[in-house]
């Protein structure tokens, strides 16, 4: 009798993994379109681009939601005490994507993507002209989508909680609160303190860096973090991302000859999201045991690669002697002392992704409130700047001079999303903890990053991370490979050792 | 009776657009991920790109044969007559694919897909390692799978014929052979005399030129002939090639400091085919009224600008001023009259791809005699070293010196494209009988290019090839837009009038 099940269920399973290789298989080309988009395409072209995706998205949601896939959900959920972890991992992934895209009515979906197109561009727009009024209109009703999206699937109630479990399943926005309210006091002393300090960083120094030069030095340090250029790409585009699989990795950073330390650290951060993606299990990348987590969990690698492992002494005492090499003129009048505190330089910045590591949680801190406001019925879009303003005054230091600078700076509420911002920080706060669980493994970690070895590091958080794929929950992975439960302690530790002694020494 | 004919015709015939819509624009996906592999992906990705491809193929091959299109086009040709010329056009060539998509069992189709992409590498490895033996039985395999395919789709007497028309529809060996036995005499009697000149290009002159001055130069001349860079790109890939469709073309050459000459002339053949491609007409990218008609008359195309206008003395009155600014070093010693000739140099080359105007058509005279042989059985595959040094003495005057040069050359082959390379030929013809047709039609042809402005050339090949997408044949757009049949006459005169002054002057 266990031998049939296991037999049906094996067979029904193997259709489901086939299935959903096909539903993969077209995400990953319209990753590609997606990517093209952003790198190559040429600007009269954009039309053909969005009738392709568009194409893409039907089919791949044709294919996703075909009744046997139903079926099959239920026979297997049915016969789980048949299943082992991993396939009952895969058929829970599956059941949660498969339930949001059967309960959202055709029509809905549709009319969101068009609203959604045109209020890109009414976003950009506003913000182009500090015109948050003209805006405000776009935003009420991609709010409006975002609750009753929510409320189709269920969540009607708890319609920010959902927003957040999209980015990062199994968090919530009461969960967020408690671990933002613990961060909050601490990180404004820290950074009230350091932003006061009589020493500061001159990034007046970096003027003139050719960007091919630029290019070569960041080919070798990606080469030497780990990113697998074999079936992986950095490209050119006006934002960084990372995008693609395991299989075909493609990021991009951009370049600024008077802002080295942009291309040179997005490259990185890039890279981080890169080395999560292409230690994700190959053999997996079709089926949710080969996906990343969730947002935060992504940050964490991104950050930790970018501020805990390649802001540190080690690192640059280790690459200053190439940096210098290959830029011997702008470098000749930068000592080393210079160089390190340019590389940690910490300003008060109303502009978020402009923002160091020190005070970039204070930003986030300042969407939560937002958001939640927003969702609870609190805050109404029309209060939404002098909201900005005020909350920004009290954490952040400073008021900004306009919407520009304030509510319009941000491109995700014009998308719909929602709930994304908070995984910033939680991927902050997870990347300190990793640093820390990754010391304590790897007590000689400092002469690897001083010996320009990164293999082990990478190899732990394969073993710590990468390879589970989404068994594990942020906070479940965070208990696993730390042995603590997500929390700001780490983060808080990490940036009064790291930036104590350079400002307040 | 007829108005209600007519509205049900429209719509049958709507749901048949709509259904190529799909068709097609599923086809430029495609395309641009067979760009991106030639001119982007990481070596490791292959795997994946070939996943991508295939399920892309079976999607679209699932899209276009559903059975209501095989009731939409039984509709409309039952209703014929109350079909306008435009809508009967679209239906007869989407029988026809649809026929051939039909007709060919998946099973065969999958079986020959993957035959094929072995067999390109057993190629590759043979060229490499000059071994027509370890080829031999892969090429005797494809042989076999074109002969039937031609027996699948009911062309089983004349399986020859159908590859022919698979390039150039309406074309077949034996209209090819009567035009290629026209050709060849005078052909061979013009090349050699050429070649037994005391009078000789010098190409030895071409070196140390800057690959980024290269691709400034040529940045130039294409814009100036008028290829769209906002709906198109120029990129770097091992062979050069144009794809994508008029929304959105991609095309591709390759960089070499002592040959620039390769990539000034490959980048203006491949705009060649790009100008056509996008003055094809746009709203009709998504069914045959806006598909170029076949090879042969893509390659009129191509060869019209690079050889033609291109590599005329008004041309180069225009443009050697830049040329020598760009390259002034490089330059300095070369005099307009030795430029002019290295040119329009004509040497005698075993590879087809490295050869010159004037003896390119021998080559293509030799591979036709092969193709009719093997498809005739009157040559076996086990035969063709042998076979093409016979020929190429005969025809070319030359024997190549290892099957590498020989029979090893192309990939046409190793791909299944059989009937690929009389259109080479074709087009040639087709090409100089539009150069004349043009002089005819616009007197100052002269002035034009040698004031830079291409834009009369243009309108005029829109006028006269581009905007009828698939409505006339090769033969029947040759008679409309040059008053006389497709022939050799054309092609002999322009070449004698080009390179006798040079040579024999």
């Known amino acids: ?11 029904t399973y193997d259709k489901l993994l086939a299935r959903l290789r096909r539903v993969y298989l077209l995400e990953s080309v319209a990753g590609l379109l997606s990517w093209d988009e952003q790198v190559n395409l040429p600007p009269a072209s954009a039309g053909q681009r969005a009738d392709q995706s568009g194409l893409l998205a039907d089919l791949r949601h044709r294919e996703f939601t075909v009744p046997e896939m139903g079926e099959w959900l239920d026979g297997l959920e049915g016969e789980d005490a048949s299943l082992t972890d991993d396939q009952r991992t895969v058929v829970r992934w599956t059941r949660r994507d498969y339930d949001r895209a059967r309960k959202l009515p055709a029509k809905f979906v549709t009319d969101r993507a068009e609203h959604q197109s045109k209020t890109f561009h009414a976003w950009a727009a ?7 009024a003209s805006y405000m209109p776009w935003l009420e009703k991609t709010l409006a989508f975002a609750k009753e999206e929510a409320g189709l699937l269920g969540w009607g109630e708890r319609a920010y909680d959902y927003h957040i479990d999209l980015h990062d399943p199994g968090m919530t926005a009461d969960r967020v609160a408690g671990l933002f309210d613990a961060l909050r006091g601490p990180l ?32 070798s340090v990606l080469e030497k973090i780990g990113f697998d250029f074999t079936r992986g790409r950095l490209d050119v585009s006006l934002h960084p991302f990372c995008s693609g699989d395991a299989a075909d990795t493609r990021m991009t950073t951009r370049f600024d000859p008077d802002n080295p330390l942009d291309a040179l650290f997005s490259s990185i951060h890039e890279t981080g999201h890169a080395i999560y993606g292409q230690q994700l299990p190959l053999e997996d990348r079709f089926n949710p045991l080969g996906q990343p987590v969730g947002m ?109 600078e304030g509510v319009l700076q941000d491109v995700h509420w014009s998308g719909g999303a929602f709930g994304y911002f908070p995984s ?21 970690l400092d002469d ?30 965070t208990r696993r490979a730390t042995g603590g439960a997500l929390g700001p302690e780490a983060l808080l530790r990490y940036l009064k050792e790291r930036y104590a002694p350079l400002y307040l020494g």
């Open 424 to 444: 910033y920080c939680l991927g902050n706060m997870m990347a300190a903890q990793l640093w820390y669980a990754l010391r304590d493994d790897l007590p000689d």
């Open 1 to 11: 009798m266990v031998a049939h099940r296991t037999i049906m269920n094996e067979t």
């Open 126 to 132: 506003a913000r182009k002209a500090d015109d948050f």
């Open 188 to 219: 404004v002393e820290l950074s009230e303190s350091i932003l006061g300090s009589s020493r500061q960083a001159d990034l007046s120094v970096f003027r003139g860096f050719p960007n091919d030069r630029q290019r070569e030095f960041i080919q």
């Open 296 to 404: 935060a969990v992504h940050e964490s690698q991104s950050r930790l690669w970018e501020n805990q492992i390649c802001r540190s002494r080690p690192f640059w005492n280790h690459f200053e002697p190439l940096f210098r090499e290959t830029f011997s003129e702008q470098l000749s009048a930068v000592s080393s002392e210079e160089l390190y505190l340019a590389i940690n330089a910490v300003h008060r910045n109303p502009i978020r992704v402009d923002a160091d590591e020190v005070t970039y949680n204070l930003h986030i801190l300042l969407r939560f409130e937002l958001e939640k406001g927003l969702f609870d019925g609190s805050i109404a879009v029309a209060d939404l700047p002098e909201a900005w303003k005020e909350l920004s005054r009290d954490i952040i230091g400073l008021t900004p001079r306009n919407d520009a």
């Open 448 to 477: 690897h990053i001083g010996a320009g070895q990164f293999a082990a590091i990478r190899d732990w958080l394969r073993e710590k991370i990468h390879r589970h794929g989404r068994r594990f929950d942020t906070d479940e992975l």
